[in-house]
């Protein structure tokens, strides 16, 4: 396993245009997030995963987002009619399941991931 | 409201000295704190982390202290190397989900 794969690494959409990324977490990792990234700042939560049950969505998450873990192992985040301001970098982390370790499940494992250019 | 912020937004250091970066947050139900550091083109990754019930936890090279009655968190890296130049996020998390509450970021420059 070589850790949190993301895809694509980059895309670049004309607005109003759908996007999609994919997240395939480490094996063992049953707690999947979506963060979004710009520039300078730090990540911001998007949605949590747990298997295969989405828990937790931010405010951020606006209608035209939407994630899936449909078989509690990689995920996907659609964003529908893209805006200008979709533009950012989007990753993914898992974590492995609680009571895991010193600090195990709190450890979040970050992909390199997907960066998104809305013209 | 709840946050986590750094104090300063670049750091410029020289190569062997020790790197100082420092931390706020305001949420005292935060339980766990976590540092990561990012590269360009990366995702953050994982350097040192505490918990609420401990003040100081060292690595290797580094050191986070964690001072809770004025809600402040520092990283210490011993001789830094230009290996770590990046930029440094501090995280908060309280217990829910495992969710990480990140600050802002920090630059580190390491002058040869």
């Known amino acids: 396993d070589t850790g949190v794969s993301q895809n694509p690494r980059h895309k670049i959409t004309k607005r109003g245009q759908n996007v999609t990324f994919r997240c395939d977490p480490i094996s063992e990792h049953n707690r999947l997030y979506w963060y979004r990234q710009t520039l300078g700042q730090g990540p911001e939560f998007l949605t949590y995963f747990q298997n295969e049950a989405q828990l937790e969505k931010s405010r951020l998450l606006s209608d035209r987002f939407s994630a899936e873990r449909p078989k509690g192992s990689f995920s996907t985040l659609e964003i529908q009619r893209t805006e200008q301001g979709d533009s950012a970098m989007y990753l993914c982390?898992?974590?492995?399941?609680?009571?895991?370790?010193?600090?195990?499940?709190?450890?979040?494992?970050f992909g390199a991931g997907s960066r998104l250019t809305v013209l | 409201g709840e946050s986590v912020g750094l104090h300063l937004p670049t750091l410029s250091v020289q190569e062997g000295d020790n790197s100082i970066i420092n931390c706020a947050y305001s949420n005292s139900a935060s339980d766990y704190f976590i540092w990561y550091k990012q590269e360009s083109g990366k995702g953050p990754q994982f350097i040192i982390d505490i918990r609420s019930n401990m003040d100081k936890r060292q690595g290797q090279r580094v050191t986070v202290l964690l001072n809770k009655t004025v809600k402040h968190l520092s990283l210490q890296i011993a001789a830094t190397q230009p290996g770590d130049s990046a930029v440094y996020f501090c995280a908060e998390n309280t217990g829910a989900n495992s969710k990480l509450t990140f600050g802002k970021g920090i630059t580190l420059s390491v002058r040869p």
């Open positions: 982390a898992s974590s492995p399941p609680a009571g895991t370790g010193h600090s195990g499940a709190n450890v979040l494992t």
